[in-house]
């Protein structure tokens, strides 16, 4: 069962950005580990919620694909954009947004790409994203499909699962910065002398350094691999639209957080239907005389091919709705509609019967 972030959070369903805010602020606040009988775990939780839900494409995903996402993660790929906890952490927590209120707290939202350097401070450079693009035809959008995505990038090395340090090595303090991950330089100046701080980079601000660094990555922990998983392309997905796979872009450097995958969708144009939001649109010649009359007629649909009705009397440009023959709604499952626009078709080269003939209906 996945978690249901709107409980989390104390809003209902149709609950607007703002009070989704709102909510997370007074959760926040109420839970923040740093305060006197704050709970990290309920903390963790609203911040996942809140990632979510703060988002307007990814709540989309999870308001449908919500009770089925752990299942997909357990089969290998599928969307994993929005958990919280899925890729080692590799979510950050965005704090721009909500201005000053965590000024000071910084250290707990680590990750996410923001190096903290300084003393004891584990660095956590984040992988490269990854963007591909994924090419579908109208059918497998229209119905979903799983791909199989292969990418050569930066993994984690083998041997050291990352870290970067030899197996079995020492981890010992970086002599260079004394420990302090950083060092201090002196400009001198007409103005006088200034010190600056800068990042130790023998230890990358980490303060200390393997004894031996991994002979298999050359300390960097990263190493060129192929990676095959498939993805669950949902139904509904339009041309130009992306999945955001978090955590399965580049690794990060030296144990560092792995970046995340977008997969660009694109759909090949489709000769015969025609794309409006979730519905469908073909044309379909009658003749004259079917028009006149009504007939059952042939029609292509996406399940394919079925008997529809003509009704006696239609007219050129007339529409026939086909209820719920169009594409998977991404939010809602139901299916759109298939419009079949009715073309008349006017005979030409009439035998000299045949005109005679017409010209006695008096049509
Ligand atoms: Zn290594
Ligand atoms: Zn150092």
């Not at 909500?98 to 300084?118: A, E, Q």
């Not at 050569?152 to 090595?169: F, H, L, M, T």
């Not at 026939?320 to 759109?336: A, V």
Request: aromatic letters at 6%; proline letters at 3%; charged letters at 30%.
């Amino acid at each position: 069962m996945s978690k249901d972030y709107y409980k989390i959070l104390g809003v209902n369903k149709a609950a607007s950005q703002d009070e989704i805010k709102a909510a997370f602020r007074r959760l926040a606040h109420q839970h923040h580990p740093d305060k006197k009988g704050g709970n990290e775990e309920k903390f963790k939780e609203a911040n996942e919620a809140f990632q979510v839900l703060s988002d307007a494409q990814k709540r989309q995903q999870y308001d449908q694909f919500g009770s089925t996402f752990e299942q997909a993660q357990a089969g290998g790929g599928g969307f994993d954009g929005f958990s919280g906890s899925s890729g080692g952490g590799a979510q950050g927590f965005d704090i721009n947004d909500l201005g000053d209120m965590f000024s000071g707290f910084g250290d707990i939202f680590g990750g996410g790409g923001r190096g903290r350097g300084g003393r004891g401070g584990r660095r956590t450079k984040k992988g490269a994203d990854i963007q591909v693009d994924v090419e579908i035809d109208l059918k497998e959008a229209a119905f979903g499909v799983e791909k199989t995505i292969r990418l050569y990038k930066n993994g984690a090395c083998d041997v050291c699962a990352g870290a970067g340090v030899e197996p079995g090595s020492k981890t010992v303090k970086c002599k260079d910065c004394g420990g302090r991950g950083h060092i201090t330089q002196v400009q001198r100046t007409v103005f006088g002398s200034f010190q600056t701080e800068a990042e130790c980079p023998t230890c990358d601000g980490v303060g200390e350094k393997p004894e031996k660094i991994c002979r298999h990555c050359s300390g960097r922990g990263i190493i060129k691999k192929h990676d095959e998983f498939t993805v669950k392309i949902p139904a509904g997905i339009d041309d130009n639209e992306a999945i955001h796979l978090s955590g399965r872009g580049e690794a990060g450097p030296k144990g560092g957080y792995p970046g995340d995958l977008y997969l660009r969708i694109h759909v090949r144009p489709d000769a015969r239907f025609k794309r409006d939001g979730f519905d469908l649109h073909i044309k379909n010649n009658v003749s004259f005389s079917q028009a006149a009359l009504g007939a059952e007629v042939d029609i292509e649909t996406l399940d394919g091919k079925i008997k529809i009705v003509i009704p006696e009397g239609v007219q050129s440009g007339q529409m026939i709705r086909l209820k719920g023959k169009g594409i998977t709604n991404l939010r809602s499952s139901g299916r759109g509609d298939l419009y079949v626009e009715v073309t008349v078709v006017t005979p030409i080269r009439l035998s000299r019967k045949q005109k005679e003939l017409l010209k006695d209906l008096g049509l």
